[in-house]
């Protein structure tokens, strides 16, 4: 016994000891969270999904924890403990979880710990990359708050502690100095906020660790069954460049493996997470000819799903609901609207599940309502008020 025990030293633990403190620097920095074990899946690849007996979209995030668990609740995905329930259900997150809000990292963590809860039990819950992600990765932080400014600080402290706790032993591979290369000050931001501006570029820049650990595993465009997934929207130009170029090139320079994404594809305002040419207020003002023809190019495509642009009545559809808007700005930093979230179930069809009071009977109402149902909020020809907030 105390031969073994003599044998258990740094130098032939580097592995145990390495996973050790990468799990008590997760646990410090989300918040309290355990994540379980990887389970390997392609899915982070996968451009094409098959159409799953039932799909659950879910909006914009920025930043408010306490609303994505109310909208996975509400869709039936997480239990009482914050635990995946929702079986072989498909979850797609539209993107922006970044800006606006101070829990970015605990929502990143969440998410990645249900990606893997679901993946046991056949779920899927894919995340995608919103302009917002663009913005933070291109160090673009006019929509950072004090409070996101400080989440990541705190992350950094324990990412560091982690790293020398590492250098006590040898063997265990330790990375480069979290700053390395970046400025201690930046011309026309107020020194107050230098460190956690440093520490936000360290954090997302290419390759940085929370850029690879979890935004390169998003998606720019997915296509789930009958459904076209994408933050703002699609042109015949992004369809003929090819959704697999799209998704490999954003990944590419998240991490680090290839220079800037062209301006067409995630910058300009006709980019895939920048265009509102199907999210106009009223249905006469989107462009209802190019979505269809978009559409007509997408083999089995009957509709394109989008977030981006606040709904402030709720999710809607137009031009035939064949372009259906998500974003309900439940974030408190955007609207503070009430979560609701898009089912596509195999056997039920379109719903809306929604958490607004104003539902008398149940949570839940239809795309393909009637005035007489009492839901008009989801109706196109109602003109559904909405808000359009600067990126």
Not at 30 to 43: A, D, Y
Not at 335 to 358: A, F
């Amino acid at each position: 016994m105390e031969s073994s025990q003599a044998n258990l030293t740094c130098q032939n633990l580097p592995r145990i000891l390495s996973s050790f403190v990468d799990t008590f620097v997760d646990f410090s920095a989300s918040g309290g969270l355990f994540l379980p074990p990887p389970t390997h899946s392609s899915s982070n690849n996968q451009t094409v999904f098959p159409s799953p007996t039932r799909l659950i979209a879910i909006g914009d995030l920025h930043g408010d924890f306490q609303k994505t668990k109310e909208a996975f609740k509400l869709a039936g995905l997480i239990n009482e403990s914050d635990k995946w329930c929702g079986g072989s259900t498909t979850v797609v997150q539209i993107g922006d979880v970044l800006d606006r809000g101070g829990e970015e990292l605990k929502i990143l963590y969440f998410l990645e710990k249900l990606k893997r809860e679901a993946l046991k039990v056949n779920g899927n819950v894919i995340t995608m990359n919103g302009n917002h992600e663009i913005m933070n990765v291109d160090f673009d932080f006019r929509y950072v708050t004090k409070e996101g400014l400080q989440e990541f600080q705190d992350w950094a402290m324990w990412y560091c502690v982690g790293n020398h706790m590492k250098m006590l032993c040898d063997g265990v591979s330790v990375v480069q100095d979290l700053f390395d290369g970046i400025p201690f000050e930046f011309r026309g931001v107020k020194p107050d906020v230098f460190d956690g501006i440093r520490t936000r570029i360290a954090a997302l820049r290419p390759k940085g660790p929370i850029a690879e650990r979890f935004l390169a595993k998003n998606q720019t465009v997915i296509v789930v069954g009958d459904s076209v997934f994408v933050h703002g929207g699609l042109l015949v130009k992004h369809v003929e460049y090819g959704f697999e170029n799209v998704n490999e090139e954003v990944k590419d320079w998240i991490c680090g493996l290839k220079g800037r994404v062209s301006r067409d594809l995630v910058r300009g305002r006709d980019s895939v997470v920048w265009l509102r040419k199907f999210s106009k207020e009223l249905e006469k003002d989107c462009d209802c000819s190019t979505l269809e023809h978009v559409l007509a190019t997408i083999p089995g495509a009957k509709r394109m799903i989008m977030g981006h642009t606040i709904q402030e009545s709720g999710i809607n559809g137009v031009c035939g609901n064949k372009a259906i808007r998500i974003d309900v700005g439940m974030s408190k930093g955007c609207t503070n609207g009430l979560p609701e979230v898009l089912e596509i179930d195999r056997d039920k069809g379109l719903r809306i599940l929604t958490s607004n009071p104003l539902y008398q009977n149940g949570k839940e109402g239809s795309l393909d309502a009637k005035p007489k149902d009492g839901l008009g909020l989801v109706l196109p020809e109602l003109g559904p008020k909405q808000v359009e907030v600067e990126a």
